[in-house]
Every structure is written in C-alpha cells, then in structure tokens.
C-alpha cells in the first residue's frame, strides 16, 4: 500500500469521511520524491511554508469531505508532516535550506551550471524573446 493512501485513512480516521477524500492532499505532498527517492524528498513539501501557502493554492482553504464535513486542508498538510516526524515537530522551509550549501549558479548563474544542465548540455545562449502577436492563449 503507498504511503499517501495511509496516510489518507489516517486523515479519514481523524477527520471523518473516506480515505479518498483525502488522497489528492497526500499524494501532491509525496509527489516530491519523484524527484527525489528518499527523505530529502521531504525538503520540497514537508514544512509549514508549503502548508501555508502552497496546499490552499491547489486545494483552497478547505475541503468537503464525503460526510459533508469541512475541513481544513491545512490542518490535513499539517497531520501528514507530523505522521513523518513522530509527533515531534512541524520543519521550516529554512530548517532544511540551512543544510544546503549555496553553490554559484544560484547567484543568478553568474558562475557555474547544476549538474543537470551540464549533463543535458542546457545551456542557453541567448534569451528568448516573444512578441505578445507570437502567443496564443488556449482555453
């Protein structure tokens, strides 16, 4: 069983409803290990800043629940990051940046490239520029 699915019955047991209700919350705050197949996948979703400020973007600010309950998508984000702490405690986005070194490229790729872009040869030459006649909005 995957692990948003648990945590989406956890989420039914405490909140009411079905696990499916949930699901969706779970599974977009594990979508990061996509990219990162172990606990550091953890520094891209688990933290208050992206409860805060990312699940009620996706989400809006609450949810209805199969019962017809209301609730919070915040405190869902919330419970999911506290099942992955034991309870201990709710990360910062800084709690885990202050464990990254801060390479060159990030400074505004005044020096050096990411590893990927080396790899993929990524390498931009010049910037693209489009005229508002040259973009189509599609509906």
Partial sequence: MAKPYIHAESSARK????????L????????????????????LT???????VILPKVFGDTIKNSKGKIVSVK????????EDFHN???????DYLEHVEQQSWMNNAISGM?????????IIKEPIVL???EVKIIE
């Fill in 15 to 22: 909140f009411g409803g079905e696990a499916s209700d949930y």
């Fill in 24 to 43: 969706a919350i779970h599974e977009l705050m594990d979508s990061s290990k996509l990219a990162v197949p172990d606990n550091r996948h953890r520094l």
């Fill in 46 to 52: 688990h933290h208050s800043w992206f409860v805060e």
């Fill in 75 to 82: 405190e869902v984000g919330y419970q999911h990051i506290q």
């Fill in 88 to 94: 201990k405690f709710i990360p910062t986005a800084q």
């Fill in 114 to 122: 990411p590893n990927s872009a080396k790899k993929a040869k990524l």
């Fill in 131 to 133: 005229k508002a006649s």
